[in-house]
């Protein structure tokens, strides 16, 4: 009786995994109300990765069950001149759906992997589906998110932000590339920007090989 009593069932839904919510929500019909609500939902979701809001509806409740780092990404508005070169290589091309670099010019924006759990911290994602891309993610915007308003935490920034964030100004400064690239690479390269300078020559000298 204890298990069908709704209290008690939202504290003990509330210390599963997504995975483990979708189970629960198969049991009953209570179970299935209590373990689909979206707030309990989208906070296990966000959980792992200490995300702060994650806005918009997915198009499956799949959607959610899936907690790997790779459900989510940064949104890198293109501008005249961005090649893949210039911003990533093959994470990029896979993310985005890319067989070649041709593909860059009918598109308004890249997916930028994210590799670094800090750069979720106390953020606000947006479900989306990339149409490009042909998938759906939640989208991490550096600079503004679609309403036009910063989707980075304000006041409540911590040092460990504002530490970061002189580092991406550092890297994009030595790189001459945009806030997303520098980020990505200082991601991969676990915050050190002298490893990261190395990550970009590399990937550039690559690219240009090839």
Known sequence: MALGTSDLLC???????PADLARAACVCKLWKELASDRELVERAFSKPWKVRRVLGS???????RHTGIDRFAVSHRLVRGDTVAGLAVNEIKRLNNMMSEHGIYSRERLLIPISDPQLLHESTCFIEFDDHANREVAVLYLEENPDGKSALPGAGFTDRRRGMKKLVDSVKRSLRVDDATAAYYLAVSNGDPRSAMLEFSEDLRWEQQR
């Open 11 to 17: 504290t003990i839904f509330e210390l599963l995994s």
């Open 58 to 64: 997915p198009s499956t409740a799949g959607f959610w």
